[in-house]
């Protein structure tokens, strides 16, 4: 995909977290992935893969650390996206 | 270092992403040397790099889809080094001063590493930050190393230094904060570079996430050199026409001390892949050590276990791994049916299960302490888990049926050094008796730096090192069989519970030695933490609010997540002088929860 905007990423990435996350939760953008979605590092590391290649971009591990809740994440997947295009 | 600067103002782009086009085709280091291959031998890390420059080899990097990304021989890296050590020496800092690097699988950090050296400093790596939501954790962290290091110079590239600035405020011993860009930019002073001292300090090795109390092993020369000259020819027995490949991180001692200084004082080429980059595709490792036929590479069980859980069949087909020669296995306890797992997956590519080389080490005794017999493969010995845990005593298996432990053979320790074992009172136990394994010899370490306290738990009278595992010596080879408490190894890591507990401690409703830490197995050998708070609280938000925060904190500290279970005051036992024991903690645990077949033998004994 060539073209993304904020929504498609955000549902995309809405869709995936519910097939990772070990319990049945609402997906919203404050949902927390660390104590709400519970993910560990290695559905971390596969799920870090997958954007990469779903929207073909690199993201680079310091800026993992500001991101708790999925809008953050969305935000930075958006970010990377638009600035590398 | 140009295209560093450049890169200032796009902070979230790695900063090797931009290659200048003459860079875009770079060859790599080759395997076989012009120069005579002397196997350590030196007497200090820059006398190796003196000799290790007059050859052709050297470290290469890659980027995540198997690129070149940089190529660093010997040759420049002595070059560079001392340019960058001549820039240092203009800050007139008296000799032993620190230097703090935050070390991502970079030429860079390699560079300011031996410049630290030449210019008679001692370096040490910091970690970078691999978990979700960790910035101000990571920050608190980077400064409780740099000020138990008492550190002058920190350095960190493009990527990480937002962090660092942010931790060096307030540390009164740094003198001068920057980029390997920035320091390129001082001048380079007339100071005529001295050679060391083997008794000097090489390095510091950090061992803890701790914020309030890190632990800087200190290394000497001579230390360093003892080691790596036994891993080199009594572990792995180096040849001129051997290569390796590793993704094991700079900051952890089996990566810097393995991986980077062992191929260097053989003069042999290295192939590197971010650890970032292994870990999301780990068969990238596997594809390097096939194209640039490597024989040689490293890594802990959980690395072989990405491999063998990421890998499809069509990947089998394009790798030939029968070049390698000796896949070491280390820094975490080794179970055999990680090793079967890997190998079954992998022969049909290639890979032989001979070179499987279990070995046992820790960064108190440099790195390695007992290596198995090079290509005799990983073996094991199965022991009646009955007789073990009642009496402690390993007892090979006579029949079938019978509950079983298999414990891998890591090997006999390396020339000039003894491991013993102890029980509590230590005193020395004979073969197949299991206790603490005590180790001596000239790889171990000072002590910690600046922390008297830690030192004296860990060297114990006569220098022996107590390595806070669990284990037992059959025929002279060294059998782990688990850790005591204070250590908690999930997904590889190793995660101090003292650590965990000090972070609950923070917390206001949360007062000190009313929390404590352990580990609990599943059947399918995983471990999860569990974290039991004496807790006063009695609204159920409150409690809740409580235990969220607590799973968040540990996970942004130490990427796991983990178990909180809140009890009533005077819950935890204690022992007579008024400490927790963390075992027995542990034991009530299990009871509540009724996970009765966890209470096991391996785990005993608090430090």
């Keep these: 995909m060539t073209e993304s905007n904020y929504d498609e990423i955000m549902q995309l990435l809405c869709d995936r977290l519910r097939d990772l996350a070990s319990t049945d939760v609402l997906i919203t953008p404050e949902t927390n992935l660390i104590n709400q979605l519970s993910i560990d590092s290695i559905k971390l590391l596969n799920l870090i893969m997958e954007i990469e290649d779903t929207f073909d971009i690199s993201i680079p591990i310091n800026a993992l650390t500001d991101v708790q809740t999925v809008g953050e994440l969305v935000d930075l997947v958006h970010k990377i996206k638009t600035t590398s295009s | ?607």
């Excluded at chain 2, 600067?5 to 200048?20: C, G, S, Y």
């Excluded at chain 2, 210019?119 to 910091?126: I, N, R, S, W």
């Excluded at chain 2, 393995?258 to 003069?267: E, F, I, K, R, S």
């Excluded at chain 2, 063998?308 to 069949?313: A, G, I, Q």
């Design chain 2, 1 to 607: 270092m140009s295209s560093t600067i450049t890169k200032l103002n796009a902070p979230l782009t790695q900063a090797f992403d931009f290659q200048p086009s003459s860079e875009l085709h770079l060859t790599p280091t080759p395997t076989l040397n012009t120069l005579i291959q002397q196997l350590a031998g030196f007497d200090t890390l820059t006398s190796a790099l003196e000799y290790a420059a007059k050859g052709i080899t050297g470290y290469n990097f890659y980027d995540a889809k198997g690129n070149v990304r940089s190529v660093l021989p010997y040759k420049t890296l002595r070059q560079n080094a001392r340019i960058l050590a001549q820039r240092i020496s203009g800050f007139d800092l008296p000799g032993g001063s620190r230097v703090a690097i935050i070390a991502d699988t970079s030429p860079e950090f390699v560079e300011l590493f031996f410049a630290c050296r030449y210019a008679g400093l001692v370096p040490f790596a910091m970690p970078v930050p691999v978990n979700l939501g960790s910035h101000a954790i990571y920050v608190q962290q980077l400064r409780g190393m740099l000020e138990s290091s008492q550190a002058s110079i920190a350095l960190a590239n493009i990527d990480y230094i937002n962090f660092l600035e942010e931790a060096v405020t307030g540390v009164a011993s740094i003198r001068w904060a920057g980029t390997p860009g920035k320091l390129s930019e001082l001048p380079v002073s007339d100071v005529v570079l001295q050679p060391n001292d083997p008794d000097e300090t090489a390095y510091l090795q950090f061992t803890s996430g701790s914020t309030r109390t890190p632990r800087g092993v200190v290394i000497t020369e001579r230390a360093l050199m003892c080691n790596l000259q036994g891993i080199v020819r009594n572990g792995l027995e180096i040849k001129p026409d051997d290569r390796s490949a590793s993704w094991l991180p700079f900051y952890h001692d089996m990566g810097l001390v393995g991986l980077v200084l062992a191929p260097m004082v053989t003069q042999i080429s290295v192939d590197y892949l971010a650890t970032r980059d292994f870990a999301i595709r780990p068969l990238q490792w596997l594809r390097l050590i096939s194209r640039n036929r490597c024989t040689i590479a490293f890594s802990q069980p959980f690395g072989l276990k990405l491999c063998t859980l990421r890998v499809r069949e069509s990947d089998l087909n394009e790798l030939d791994l029968s070049c390698w020669r000796a896949a070491g296995i280390g820094a975490e306890m080794i179970r055999p049916e990680t090793l079967r797992n890997f190998s079954e997956k992998f022969a049909s590519a290639g890979f032989d299960e001979s070179a499987f080389l279990p070995c046992y080490g820790l960064a108190e005794s440099t790195l390695a302490v007992t290596f198995s017999k090079i290509n005799q493969g990983c073996n094991s010995l199965k022991v009646d888990s009955k007789t073990l845990i009642d009496k402690k005593l390993a007892v090979r298996l006579q029949a079938d049926g019978r509950k079983q432990n298999e414990f891998v053979n890591c090997g006999r320790p390396l020339p000039g050094h003894i491991v013993k074992i102890v029980d509590e009172d230590g005193h020395q136990l004979s073969e197949m008796m299991v206790g603490s394994v005590l180790v001596k010899g000239d790889s171990v370490m000072t002590g910690y730096y600046n922390n008297p306290e830690e030192t004296s738990k860990a060297l114990r009278p006569g220098n022996w090192l107590d390595t806070g595992d669990i284990g037992f010596l059959f025929e002279g080879d060294l059998f782990i069989t688990g850790r005591r408490t204070d250590v908690i190894i999930v997904n590889g890591r190793n995660i101090r519970a003292q650590d965990i507990e000090e972070l609950a401690e923070q917390q206001p409703e949360v007062r000190s030695r009313e929390a404590s830490a352990f580990g609990v197995n599943g059947e399918d050998g995983t471990t999860t933490i569990v974290l039991v708070i004496e807790c006063r609280l009695t609204s159920t938000p409150e409690r809740q609010s409580l235990v969220t925060r607590l799973q968040q904190l540990v996970y942004m500290a130490f990427g796991v997540n983990c178990v909180v279970e809140l009890v009533p005051p005077h819950t935890l036992p204690r022992t007579s002088s008024g400490k927790l024991s963390r075992f027995a903690a542990r034991q009530g645990y299990i009871q509540r929860t009724k996970l009765v077949d966890q209470l096991s033998f391996v785990e005993s004994g608090d430090r």
